[in-house]
């Protein structure tokens, strides 16, 4: 059984990851209108991922003996100024995701709830792989820079650039996910 503040905290986390896909989902349909496909397609997969993870934790959250609460969202920014930033805030997003994770990670080990502290573990694993990849993007977009050329490449490469990033990961991290 969850306590309060277990199920409080993933109630949280549930609003973030649903937030995160409601935000992914934007920054895809504004690359979209910008006619960066592949940009649009990584990013509504990104979403979608981002909805699984809310679902995942509402499951466990009912599970266990909480109420998994489906939450309002406030509308996420619908333009923004560049691929380049799109990727900077997606790097930054994940950031804050990756310290939430880790918040509740400490409150299951003061608590001495080593079954949510092990379902997280996942999360934990995600969040490397997450941060990874928006850091290579990110580090591809700064040596492109302003060359329309190099962006047109980078759009085309996008697909599997994030496979092979995640694969990479997969191997380091002995996960054959």
Do not use: C
Not at 24 to 42: K, R
Not at 106 to 123: A, R, V
Not at 157 to 176: Q, Y
């Amino acid at each position: 059984m969850l306590s309060s503040k277990a199920s409080s905290s993933l109630n949280k986390q549930i609003e973030l990851e649903a937030y995160s896909s409601q935000y992914y989902l934007s920054m895809a349909s504004w690359a979209e209108t910008q006619g960066l496909n592949e940009v649009s397609t990584f990013l509504y997969e990104q979403a979608d991922e981002e909805r699984m993870h809310m679902l995942k934790l509402i499951k466990f959250v009912n599970e266990r003996g909480g109420h998994g609460i489906v939450p309002a969202l406030k509308q996420p920014p619908v333009t923004f100024k560049s691929v380049k930033s799109v990727f900077e805030e997606v790097l930054n997003h994940e950031i804050k995701v990756t310290e939430e994770i880790n918040g509740l990670v400490e409150i299951t080990l003061k608590e001495k709830d080593y079954t949510t502290h092990n379902f997280l573990q996942w999360y934990v694993s995600e969040q490397i792989e997450e941060e990874a990849l928006a850091r290579q993007i990110v580090d591809k977009l700064k040596l492109i820079g302003s060359d329309k050329s190099g962006l047109y490449f980078f759009d085309r490469d996008l697909e599997s650039m994030a496979a092979k990033t995640k694969s990479d990961i997969d191997k380091v991290n002995g996960s054959g996910r």
